[in-house]
């Protein structure tokens, strides 16, 4: 059944602003969206023009029928004709799941490489949790993905990431675990070395209030990994409430991979890939 929701307009507005002023719960990102996904009724007349004046007594009707898209940019770091590596934004998932196969880094990429080169298809190499931003990479042959698989561990030299932990930390060190995963997807340190080897090196970049910015460098690639070893020294990456974190004052898991550095897997020459810090860790940092 639609759910649906007006009101008469006072005044000269946009529709941005008439909606913004009436909704005040909502974002006007939000709101953007419901206009361009034809949600919106001005006097039983579909508007999808934010920028539409509307008058007084106007009456304005919102129908929650549709699915809000966000809206997402698809920001290229490197590409040649065998690779490709964007700079994922935090809440989009790397490939489909059960619950959404469209609105993916996966779809995004394989649409661009389809309009922009001969490739029909583009292959994962690897992932990163939903809500991590940062740097990830995709395959433009099958055959190359699969040798970046097989040789992970010796093309990739350095994998790093920035994080901002709740908690004051200083100076460097090592975490070293064995990681297993219950059934619901939580991962946690096993006491007897059971499991999957995991090791975590961190570098303390700058401390502020009760948050620590940290370069952190990972051997190996487990779920969860970074955000496991942390939450169990008593420093959770802030935002990130599976883990334990009670902070969350940007809304998102503040969690960035920054440093990719491999070896080509055709030009044998090595490779680094650099994304900037996210602008809203600084307004915590």
Known sequence: MNKKQDYINYGELTLLDSISNFKKDLSKKTIKNYIKNK??????????????????????????????????????????????????PSG?????????????????????????????????????????????????????????????????KKRGYIAIIDGVLKGSGTYHSFLLEDRNQFVYSSKNNQGKEAI????????????????VFIDTGRRNQIRVHFSEHGYPLVGDKKYR?????????????NILEFIHPVSKKLIHVKSNMPNEFKRII
Not at 67 to 79: C, V
Request: glycine content about 2%; some cysteine.
């Open 92 to 156: 989009l998932l790397s490939i489909g799941n059960d619950k959404e196969k469209e609105i993916t880094a996966y779809r995004m990429v394989s649409e661009y490489v389809k309009k922009n080169s001969f490739n029909k298809y583009i292959f994962v190499v690897h992932r990163l949790d939903q809500d991590t931003s940062g740097i990830l990479m995709f395959c433009k042959n099958q055959k190359i993905r699969d040798k970046m698989q097989d040789n992970w561990n010796t093309m990739v």
């Open 200 to 215: 975590t090196h961190y570098q303390v970049i700058k401390n502020k209030g009760n948050y620590s910015l940290v370069q």
């Open 245 to 257: 974190c009670k902070t969350n004052p940007i809304k998102r898991l503040c969690l960035h991979a």
């Open 39 to 88: 949600m919106v009724k001005v006097n039983d007349k579909v508007i999808n023009n934010s920028s539409q004046m509307v008058h007084d007594g106007d009456k304005i009707e919102i129908t929650y029928t549709k699915k809000i898209i966000p809206e997402y940019k698809l920001d290229i770091l490197y590409e040649d004709d065998y690779l490709i590596i964007i700079d994922k």
